[in-house]
């Protein structure tokens, strides 16, 4: 089956008139406009069984013809990477003998089970292309989409479309980020990793966009060093890329900080393989990584103070200074997910995720490669994973060498090396045993969780400080009796928290070590 090779960005109405009527775009040759009005319907069983098994079934009309597409599920990290099959029908009704890949057609079949297919989605586009050449003759398309999505089997519920699509028609897919950081410069762009049949399918099942974790590697056990490092980058870019819109659209408190742990994750992928590595495009992107990850923290804390610090005391006390100082905080939180929301759709944090893509697909790493760095790409993963778990492990253990004694900050540097253990033993897990790592990483976690316990409570001070800022004095004295009420509250579990935490960490340091085994 043919492949395409796509970027999606959500873009505001005046910046998609605004490409449709430019003719000049960065140094790019630009077609002419060509506009026209695409109506669609997707369709599926009723248990959505096509939807569960990633693939979508549209028949679209075009003109006077009606054409069938079958897509599968993406497989990219920023660009949809998705094999397509069409085919033209003699009706608007779909017909899965007329797909023309026979393994395809059979999967279809067997998936559909002799069950009708009905129409779950339609949508109306008025879709304005250009054709857009680089100076080195890659042609990419250009597809400005203004309409909706509707879903037709739960009250016809809407969901606007204002986004522009670039489509690699010919050439390298290098040039497909080049022209997206073109145009991502001349407006502000957000990454919209959901088709619009992902989209629709939400809508009919009335969910919101929701968060999602980074899941597990896929690693071949032979995987070279360089393999493993372009998997991992492509892993991390797409967990990042996948949470924009449980941020941007749902608010979801869980894709704030799942967007943190995606850059921290990037961040500790760019450090975890080795000098041969470390090249100058991507201690750039490290430190951007770094930026927009702390741009974000003052949201999560908040977040964590709310849901996780304040919500158990406001369950078991009846204090009346809880009310004022539960509005105060929740005016800090709104002003700060404006602002979280503000940088998802930012120039920053979308050039940024297309210069980590550009980086991986042109192999920034290999430009300015010694050949003694060349054979470094070839070495084994497997041994460089053993190298790079083991001297994350030796670094935490050097941070709980004096583990009774450790102060405050002392124990935050021993969390973030324990977090870095964990990302790196993450990154190569499918080059050992799985039980084996599965048990490790299950004890870690255990283990986090308590420093991760402990550093909330050690900010809740901080956080109760900006509220009686925020305050401005409203509550009086009832508000600052229940700040004193919620610290205490806190601090006063600390010294539990930690007598757990050194138990647990004499535990998790007797684990066996799986990548030497």
Request: charged share 30%; glycine share 6%.
């Amino acid at each position: 089956m043919p492949q395409e090779i796509e970027i999606r960005f959500e873009a505001r109405p005046d910046d998609l008139t605004r490409f449709a009527r430019s003719e000049a775009l960065g140094g790019l040759t630009v077609g002419r406009p060509a506009t026209r009005r695409l109506s669609s319907v997707y369709y599926d069983t009723r248990g959505l069984n096509f939807a569960k098994a990633g693939l979508s079934l549209r028949v679209r009309k075009t003109g006077r013809a009606f054409v069938q597409t079958v897509k599968d599920e993406s497989t990219g990290a920023l660009a949809s990477e998705r094999r397509e099959s069409e085919c033209r029908l003699p009706s608007p009704s779909p017909d899965l003998r007329f797909v023309p890949d026979p393994d395809l057609r059979e999967r279809l079949q067997a998936i559909a089970s002799g069950e009708p297919v009905e129409p779950v989605i339609e949508t109306e586009i008025r879709r304005t292309t250009r054709a857009l050449k680089t100076e080195a003759g890659d042609e990419v398309e250009l597809a400005l989409d203004r309409g909706e999505i509707r879903t037709v089997a739960n009250g016809h519920s809407v969901v606007p479309v204002s986004e522009l699509e670039l489509e690699l028609k010919h050439g390298s897919s290098a040039a497909l980020y080049d022209v997206a950081r073109i145009l991502s410069r001349e407006a502000s762009l957000t990454v919209k990793i959901e088709s619009k049949a992902e989209r629709g399918l939400r809508a009919l099942e009335g969910r919101d966009a929701s968060p999602r974790k980074a899941g597990r590697m896929e690693l071949a056990a032979d995987a070279t060093a360089e393999e493993a490092f372009r998997a991992t980058l492509s892993h991390c870019l797409r967990h990042i890329a996948r949470n924009t819109s449980a941020v941007a659209d749902a608010r979801d408190p869980e894709g704030v900080h799942q967007i943190r742990v995606g850059l921290r994750r990037l961040r500790a992928a760019f450090s975890a393989f080795g000098d041969a590595f470390r090249v100058g495009p991507f201690e750039d992107l490290r430190a951007r990584a770094k930026a927009l990850g702390a741009a974000f923290a003052a949201t999560r804390e908040l977040d964590v103070f709310a849901l996780d610090l304040l919500a158990p005391v406001e369950a078991l006390a009846k204090k009346p200074g809880l009310v004022p100082l539960r509005q105060s905080l929740e005016e800090l939180r709104r002003r700060s997910w404006d602002h979280a929301i503000e940088k998802i759709r930012s120039k920053e944090f979308t050039g940024f995720l297309v210069d980590v893509a550009a980086s991986i697909e042109t192999r920034a790493w290999r430009e300015s490669a010694t050949p003694e760095r060349t054979i470094e790409f070839v070495r084994p993963a497997r041994a460089l994973a053993a190298a790079a778990i083991a001297h994350r492990m030796k670094t935490a253990r050097k941070h709980a060498k004096h583990l009774s004694h450790l102060n405050i900050e002392e124990r935050h540097r021993l969390r973030i090396a324990l977090k870095k253990l964990r990302y790196s033993a993450e990154f190569f897990a499918p080059l050992f045993d799985a039980k084996a790592v599965s048990t490790f990483l299950e004890r870690l976690s255990r283990l986090q969780d308590l420093f991760g316990a402990l550093n909330d409570a050690a900010m809740a001070d901080h956080i109760l400080a900006r509220i009686a800022a925020e305050s401005r004095g409203n509550g009086g004295s009832e508000l600052r009796e229940a700040a004193a009420f919620v610290e205490g509250w806190h601090q006063s579990r600390i010294p539990i928290t930690w007598e757990k935490a050194k138990k647990r960490w004499k535990r998790f340091e007797k684990s066996e070590p799986f990548w030497t085994t």
